[in-house]
Nanobody, 123 residues
Framework: QVQLVESGGGSVQAGESLRLSCEVV?????????MGWFRQAPGKEREAVAS???????TYADSVKGRFTISRDKVQNILYLQMDSLKPEDTATYYC?????????????????WGQGTQVTVS
């Protein structure tokens, strides 16, 4: 069983920063070759934010390039998303994902396990 526990969301002003965390909890030290962050705003489809592979190769959605940074603590098995220069359009529920099954690294269908989501509100 694999569980993802997200934290770090909140309400901030435009231009401020937030750091999201996602801890992978499993009984057998589960590791995935890729992990990702996704987000979903009310009334919109879930969209990719960023992904990172086991060799720390990162991929970003165009909308967050240069502002967001994804990183991974392999020892603690924690995924991070540093979000700088936040904009109101970044407002959404943010989800982390693991259990890469193949396909596009920024594709939601490529991941098996999902967190419960953490709300980010930018005003």
């Amino acid at each position: 069983q694999v569980q993802l526990v997200e934290s770090g969301g909140g309400s901030v002003q435009a231009g401020e920063s937030l750091r999201l965390s996602c801890e992978v909890v499993s009984s057998n030290a589960y590791r995935s070759i890729a992990m990702g962050w996704f987000r979903q705003a009310p009334g919109k489809e879930r969209e990719a934010v960023a992904s990172i592979t086991a060799d720390n190769s990162a991929t970003y959605a165009d909308s967050v390039k240069g502002r967001f940074t994804i990183s991974r603590d392999k020892v603690q098995n924690i995924l991070y998303l540093q979000m700088d220069s936040l904009k109101p359009e970044d407002t959404a529920t943010y989800y982390c994902a693991t259990g890469y099954v193949g396909g596009a690294l920024l594709g939601p269908q490529s991941y098996r396990y999902w967190g419960q989501g953490t709300q980010v509100t930018v005003s």
